[in-house]
T-cell receptor
């Protein structure tokens, strides 16, 4: 069966510090991968998505970046965090369009970031 | 107009009640529809996909109304454990990436 893990689960970072969140998927190949952010009391905001290794699309201009060095690995980074980067970050995967279950997203456990 | 809209609630209902949520979408070319459940401070989890003919999973029934562009989720015999936020997601109409609503909060009390 497919599993998705992301880490760290919780982190508190000072303004201006770097960030690295990692996400890995097991049990599937060539997944679409996504990074979402959910601010307190807000909806899910799509940050990045990837359809393959090295292929990243950004939905919202910001000081964050994403990379996909391997098929089932997705990394969210920042060189300098802002206060507004605080939130709940969620990695997700889905099957490719045209495959059974395409469109259904499966989320990791989330990473709760507080920038002070 | 937002692409996907939900009443944020909260819907406060007693155990055993029947409760229904709607979710409206703006893109008439949308093709796939989903309901997710999100517990407090946890990740969303897929509850059910919504099929054109409607579908049922135990106490949960999902319906699609294409003419009026909304989907619904009906929960019968509410349990305390049903307390959560219910997110709808809509996909299609030129994008394979689902767009999420902000969610509807449900509180089931004794």
């Amino acid at each position: 069966s497919q599993t998705i893990h992301q880490w760290p689960a919780t982190l508190v970072q000072p303004v201006g510090s770097p960030l690295s969140l990692e996400c890995t998927v097991e049990g599937t190949s060539n997944p679409n991968l996504y990074w979402y952010r959910q601010a307190a009391g807000r909806g899910l905001q799509l940050l990045f998505y990837s359809v393959g290794i090295g292929q990243i699309s950004s939905e919202v201009p910001q000081n964050l970046s994403a990379s996909r060095p391997q098929d089932r690995q997705f990394i969210l980074s920042s060189k300098k965090l802002l206060l507004s980067d605080s939130g709940f970050y969620l990695c997700a995967w889905s099957a490719r369009p045209g495959l059974a279950g395409a469109g259904e997203l499966f989320f990791g456990e989330g990473s709760r970031l507080t920038v002070l | 107009r937002k692409e996907v809209e939900q009443d944020p609630g909260p819907f406060n209902v007693p155990e055993g009640a029947t409760v229904a949520f709607n979710c409206t979408y703006s893109n008439s070319a949308s093709q796939s529809f989903f309901w997710y459940r999100q517990d407090c401070r946890k990740e969303p989890k897929l509850l059910m996909s919504v099929y054109s003919s409607g579908n049922e999973d135990g106490r949960f029934t999902a319906q699609l109304n294409r003419a009026s562009q909304y989907i619904s989720l009906l929960i019968r015999d509410s349990k305390l454990s049903d307390s959560a936020t219910y997110l709808c997601a809509v996909r299609g109409g030129g994008s394979y990436i689902p767009t999420f609503g902000r969610g509807t909060s449900l509180i089931v009390h004794p």
